[in-house]
């Protein structure tokens, strides 16, 4: 029979407290009614915590972090961690066998890990550290083409096509580059070339056939713009 975790509180002032000393109480977390919690709301900079680690937990990116978001982060972190002592020491380094595997997102982190160390030539080693982790990410912030292929306008040494490059950002919306801006990966690219095919295709329907005044697309030949914009400047009246 699964022993029975009790929620713990402690009062402080006119209020009790939910206590959480350690990893596992933060399962407790997700169980309390936001009615019991002090606020359900705070804005970032009013938090003493990395900004670094807030920005992630900030979802929305609206600079506050919201109870849902803090709940989100805890389901994440306990899903993805199966070694929780680590948490609960609040260390800087994670153990390589703490990582859940098990969990899609797991296995990317633990792969993600063995590349970074091996960028920094201890492969094997089993653990890494957050000073780690973020020399990695600001070396591939500096790179106009990520390791993920994610492609930078400024990549382009021709003009035209850094101007191509924009052009799909633009259009599709891009991928998320590790320096935080828009770039293009292969997947943008087939999405804007599939688009532009699907926009000439269009394109061709609205011209007129070789030895052919009219069309179903233009049933007053060459003059089906003019038309058009003559029927819409009364199109009220009627």
């Not at 975790?5 to 977390?29: C, V, W």
Request: glycine fraction near 6%.
């Amino acid at each position: 029979m699964a022993m029975l975790k009790i929620m713990s509180f402690n009062k402080y002032g006119r209020t009790f407290h939910l206590m959480m000393n350690k990893a596992d109480d933060l399962e407790h977390a997700l169980k309390l009614d936001e009615a019991h919690w002090v606020a359900t709301g705070a804005p970032i900079e009013s938090l003493n915590c990395d900004l670094d680690f807030l920005k992630y937990v900030d979802t929305d990116h609206n600079n506050r972090i919201m109870c849902f978001e803090l709940k989100d982060a805890i389901s994440w972190l306990l899903k993805n961690v199966k070694d929780r002592a680590g948490i609960t020491e609040g260390s800087t380094a994670l153990a390589l066998e703490s990582i859940n595997i098990d969990t899609e997102e797991g296995a990317r982190i633990r792969q993600s890990v063995e590349k970074i160390l091996i960028k920094l030539d201890q492969a094997g080693t089993p653990e890494i550290t957050l000073e780690q982790a973020r020399r990695i990410k600001a070396e591939e912030e500096q790179k106009p083409v990520s390791e993920a292929g994610v492609v930078l306008p400024e990549a382009a040494e021709k003009p035209e096509v850094k101007q191509f490059i924009e052009d799909i950002i633009a259009t599709v919306g891009g991928a998320e580059h590790p320096s935080g801006k828009r770039g293009v990966s292969q997947a943008e690219l087939d999405e804007f070339i599939a688009a532009c095919n699907d926009y000439l295709a269009w394109h061709d329907k609205g011209t007129l056939p070789k030895k052919k005044k009219t069309s179903d697309v233009l049933p007053f030949g060459k003059g089906t713009a003019d038309a058009y914009q003559s029927m819409t400047a009364i199109r009220d009246k009627f």
